[in-house]
Each structure stands twice: as structure tokens, then as C-alpha cells.
Antibody
């Protein structure tokens, strides 16, 4: 239902760009949010941010200065941009539906299969 | 270091019951935020196992159950099976960090 796409290799200091194509369910209008999560051996699972069909976003504070999420309801997809990447941004990036009725109580389901992004020097 | 604490590993024999703890604080679990659990099989994406502390999505066997009390939560697996070998993660929201947070994960081994 969710599929990540984008480059698997990004150069240090450049911008990481990923897209999540959503199928079998509409991005909106509905109550869902749509999220990006990454996983690395060093940091484990880390929520990056979430967006709804109106484009309302919330980002994790530690990445807020470098993250931009956008939504394309016409094509049922949403995207992530992470600027000024370093080796610490090397991770498997997942997109997921951020379900639930209240902020702070939401869960992630389903998840995309994930895509490995490596930051090279 | 995560604000949610889990044991690094738990093991049990086939058919046994095991529990995985997830310990938080007054900023997350103790503040009333729900706990959710995910199972990650090797080489795959995490899969939702329990949402809203104790609810199972359709398709998840009733061998899996969740509970929450004060600043902690637990995932129980009964009738342990070989294909339960995976990493298990708890997840909640932290109001001090203003972020959704995950535990470090617990590796389950079936002896």
C-alpha cells in the first residue's frame, strides 16, 4: 500500500529527497496523517515527521531545521526533503500511515518496505 | 538514548509465555499517552502488533496482548512459536520532547 522511492546514495551536505506512493487508500480528505520514520543501528527507530492531506505538518524537534514534508493529493503521494545531510543521516527510511484520532495517540500502520539511503563523503 | 526502556533480549521455549516490558516516565506513558507495539522480522519493515495499549489489528493472533500501568507497558506472547523470533518495539508520545518516540527494541529468541 505504501512504497518509498528515491536515490539510494546522497552526497554529504546535499539534500535527501524521497517520495512515498500510496495505493489502495486515499491520502485524503480523511483524518489520517502520513509519516516518515527512519531506522539506523546507532539511533534505532526515529520518527521524522508527519503530514496530512491539507499539508499540516509536525516534525521531530531535532530535525526540524532541516526537514520539509509535502503532500500531492492529486497523485496520492507525499514527500520528504532533508537538507545538509551527513553520515549520521544514513538509515533505512520508511513511510507509513499515521493513524488515530488524536495527536499524541497515533500509531503507524501500515509501513512501506523501506529504502536504504547512504550518505557518502 | 531512548526515553522508553526495553530489555535488549528475551527468550523462551516453544509454547511458553514471555513478556516484554517498556518503561517510560511521567512525560510519556505516565502522562496518559497510549503505547503501541511493533514486530520486526529480519529484513522486513516493522508491523503493527498492538495499538492503543491493548488492541490487536485484524490478522494479529490473540497470542499477543498488551497492557499498560502507570509509567510502563508490557507485551505478552503466549504459546511462543519459532516464527515469533523478531525484534519488538514499543512506541508512544513524549510531551517534553514533543515527539513520537520508540523504545530501543527487544530481540526475542525461541530456544
Amino acid at each position: 500500500q505504501l512504497q518509498e522511492s528515491g536515490p539510494g546514495l546522497v552526497k554529504s551536505s546535499e539534500t535527501l529527497s524521497l517520495t512515498c506512493i500510496v495505493s489502495s487508500v486515499s491520502i485524503g480528505p480523511n483524518d489520517h496523517y502520513w509519516a516518515w520514520i527512519r531506522q539506523s543501528p546507532e539511533k534505532g527507530l526515529e520518527w521524522i515527521g508527519s503530514i496530512n492531506f491539507r499539508g499540516s505538518t509536525s516534525y521531530t524537534p531535532s530535525l526540524r531545521s532541516r526537514v520539509t514534508m509535502s503532500v500531492d493529493t492529486a497523485n496520492n503521494r507525499f514527500s520528504l526533503e532533508l537538507t545538509s545531510v551527513t553520515a549520521a543521516d544514513t538509515a533505512v527510511y520508511y513511510c507509513a500511515r499515521h493513524s488515530g484520532s488524536e495527536g499524541g495517540q497515533r500509531w503507524f500502520d501500515p509501513w512501506g518496505q523501506g529504502t536504504l539511503v547512504t550518505v557518502s563523503s | 538514548q531512548s526515553v522508553l526502556t526495553q530489555p535488549p533480549s528475551v527468550s523462551g521455549a516453544p509454547g511458553q509465555r514471555i513478556t516484554i516490558s517498556c518503561t517510560g516516565s511521567s512525560s510519556n506513558i505516565g502522562a496518559g499517552y497510549d503505547v503501541h507495539w511493533y514486530q520486526q522480522l529480519p529484513g522486513t519493515a516493522p508491523r503493527l502488533l498492538i495499538y492503543g495499549n491493548n488492541n490487536r489489528p485484524s490478522g494479529v493472533p490473540d497470542r499477543f496482548s498488551g497492557s499498560k500501568s502507570d509509567t510502563a507497558a508490557s507485551l505478552a506472547i503466549t504459546g511462543l512459536q519459532a516464527d515469533d523470533e523478531a525484534d519488538y518495539y514499543c512506541h508512544s508520545f513524549d510531551r517534553s520532547l514533543h515527539a513520537y518516540v520508540f523504545g530501543p527494541g527487544t530481540e526475542v529468541t525461541v530456544l
